[in-house]
């Protein structure tokens, strides 16, 4: 498991690009037959992968968690963005398809990620907050997800929220999960911005089909912004606006973690606000 400490706004404000793409940007997720995880000092996120292609991949206990096993005091969303899988917690199975959510609950002890074709593996996201109380694991299909229709061709950003993880859906401690994908034509997303202090936030962009995508952040007097690519992460502090525009439309998980779980609690901006 790799460490990772962001900057706060002073520092961030004299950063370089690549040091602002160093302390935020993730790179590194779906590799082949590995899970890798990234820990973060904001809120102490997780964020992590599991692309089991020549077998199956536990997630073991980490050190830098001090815990006899990953979920002693954690909560845990695996997004499946790739071919089907399955995710055995405790020895119950959970197929997942693409799109498919999974919650797991603090105090699940043997977590197992597999892929049901090898040729075309899971591709599991994973996404991890700290934990005060047991929910229990429950799986949620594209379907089954609370549905928000948002935007408008006419302002390029025409877009449907997936909501998995929320207090009208799949029960946690903290951990709020879904998805967004904008239509064909549609390339912004989260315009006008927003902060919201009282949580922090990851997003994960994916199916972007050979686009890129510019995601911005930071205060919204002193924007700016990182460029990524197809199944990349960024961590988004909750001083940081995060808002993203790209060459194609795409899609991109959005996990939030902090002081509560109202999808709602924003501090919103007028665009003639950022600079």
Not at 74 to 91: C, F, M, S, W, Y
Not at 199 to 216: G, K, P, T
Request: glycine content about 8%; aromatic content about 10%.
């Amino acid at each position: 498991m790799k460490i990772r400490y962001t900057a706060d706004p002073v520092r961030f404000s004299r950063m370089t690009t690549d040091e602002i793409r160093e302390s935020f940007l993730v790179e590194s997720l779906f590799a082949p037959d590995k899970i890798d995880l990234i820990y973060c000092d904001v809120d102490r996120v997780i964020i992590g992968s599991a692309v089991p292609e020549a077998g199956a991949l536990e997630l073991s206990e980490a050190d830098e968690l001090r815990a006899n096993y990953f979920t002693q005091r954690r909560e845990l969303g695996v997004l499946n963005i790739g071919g089907a899988g399955k995710v055995t917690v405790d020895g119950e199975a959970y197929q997942m398809a693409n799109m498919d959510c999974l919650y797991i609950g603090m105090g699940s002890k043997k977590i197992v990620f597999e892929s049901s074709d090898t040729s075309k593996p899971a591709l599991f996201y994973l996404l991890s907050y700290p934990a005060h109380k047991e929910y229990p694991t429950a799986l949620a299909r594209k379907a089954d997800a609370a549905e928000v229709n948002l935007g408008s061709a006419e302002e390029s950003n025409k877009r449907t929220i997936y909501k998995y993880i929320h207090p009208g859906g799949i029960k946690s401690c903290q951990l709020v999960m879904g998805i967004t994908q904008l239509e064909p034509g549609s390339v912004w997303n989260t315009m006008p911005a927003h902060t919201h202090e009282r949580r922090m936030e990851v997003y994960l962009y994916f199916n972007m089909d050979q686009a890129i995508l510019f995601h911005f952040m930071g205060e919204p007097d002193a924007t700016r912004h990182i460029v990524l690519s197809d199944r990349q992460a960024v961590i988004s502090p909750s001083w940081s606006i995060h808002s993203g525009v790209g060459t194609k439309a795409y899609n991109f998980c959005w996990g939030m973690g902090g002081e509560n779980q109202a999808f709602d609690d924003m501090d919103g901006l007028e665009i003639s606000q950022l600079k």
